[in-house]
């Protein structure tokens, strides 16, 4: 592949390290809008530690990869890769504002030929319905006639070392058959795991937003059971362990369920379903269930606090955890916020501990500030452990003065209750 030169727009927990990747084969710059992250990743500091600090390093050293916040410095670039956040609104609806603004970015520097490939998460059908009329009209250029798109969806596990972007098969695609080879064969070059072509842009959608949607109603599945035990009075994990001693068990765990992907893209694939005038019933079952978690999980903690004589109104609650899912900083969507706001109606007091988040961006987002170091236990009528962070399993949570210790994770041994 010659005459090649990328540019990543985005760079959050995707886009660093899919244009790090494609340095080392093709030039390659990153655009960000925030001057912020492109000046820590420009001094070889990735503040979401996706990318290793000395790696980061070498790679800047080496291949001369810079990121900007201009336009015109990637102007020059063939192919743009597109890896913006797709979030919600508040209404459970697809956000899809900074893939407009990026699209708008990109068209207004498109040229005859070039190649734009969208990873965003989106619903079958966004990238040619909502992202392409947006190319044509700010470059003036005619689809599939004098640019061309592709789709390859993200499968980005934040915090995960071992399913690193190079080692997860990927799926590609492309707007014509010509196309779609040209961008198989550019992943080729840097994922050692494969790819997996398929036949349309829409394909390669659909397939991003069903692998999180299967993810979130297994565990609603089990979060309705975690329900179902603890009015039986039986442990939920023993019941799971008892039942994975079979082959074919798969085997998930109760808890919150939030982030950028299981607690969103099932609200981009039952939207475009609404659209089409058919009105899901299982996903949006599994995800009202596991967005009420947070509330069940409050009511627990307030009830065994009651049981224990404690009193409600002004108690001192610990959550340990604030960040989306364990050993990974990224706070995006975390439930964990619906369920120290559910305390806080109570009328407790939360501490929240975290050694994994930003205390800045936790601020920013939420307005709590974090402890900065893990406080005397003592000190809490409850303790909630949300987020199963490594560095949680060494702790001693011994159970004194009728405190109330709730693990929603099943993590920890000394717990007295556990979903």
Known sequence: ??????????????GLPLAVEFSQKFPTLGFDISQTRVDELNRGFDHTLEVDKDYLASVISETGFCATTSTQDIASCNIYIVTVPTPIDRYKRPDLTFLIQASETVGKI????????????????????????I?????????????????????????????TVTKVKKVTSGSTPEIAHKVDMLYQTIIV??????????????????????????????????????????????????????????YFKPGLVGGHCIGVDPYYLTHKAQELGYHPEIILAGRRLNDNMA????????????????????????????????????????????????????????????????????????????????????NYQAIVLAVAHDEFKGLSLAKNNGQVIFDVKSFLPSSDATL
């Open 193 to 250: 795991a494969g790819t997996h072509l398929v036949s349309s842009i829409k394909v390669a959608e659909a397939a991003k937003v069903i692998e999180n949607s299967q993810r979130d109603l297994n565990i609603a599945f089990v979060n309705e059971l975690a329900i179902i035990f603890n009015k039986m009075g039986i442990k939920t994990s023993e019941v799971l362990e008892a039942a994975a001693s079979k082959w074919n068990f798969l």
């Open 295 to 378: 509330i069940y999980i409050a009511n627990q903690v307030i009830k065994l606090m009651i049981r224990k004589s404690q009193r409600v109104e002004s108690a001192a609650v610990l959550i340990m955890g604030i960040t989306f899912k364990e050993n990974c900083s990224d706070i995006r969507n975390s439930k964990v916020i619906d369920l120290i706001r559910e305390l806080e109606d109570f009328g407790c007091v939360i501490d929240v501990y975290d050694s994994w988040a930003s205390p800045e961006e936790v601020q920013q987002e939420y307005g709590i500030e974090l402890l900065s170091d893990l406080p005397k236990f003592a």
């Open 135 to 163: 190319l044509e009209k700010m470059s003036g250029l005619k689809f599939n006639e004098d640019f061309f798109c592709g789709y390859s969806p993200e499968r980005i596990n934040p915090g995960d070392k071992i399913h």
């Open 1 to 14: 592949m010659q005459n090649i030169k990328i540019a990543v727009i985005g760079l959050g927990y995707v």
């Open 110 to 133: 498109l040229k005859k030929d070039d190649i734009v490939i969208y990873e965003s998460t989106v619903y079958p059908g966004a990238t040619e319905e909502d992202c392409v009329p």
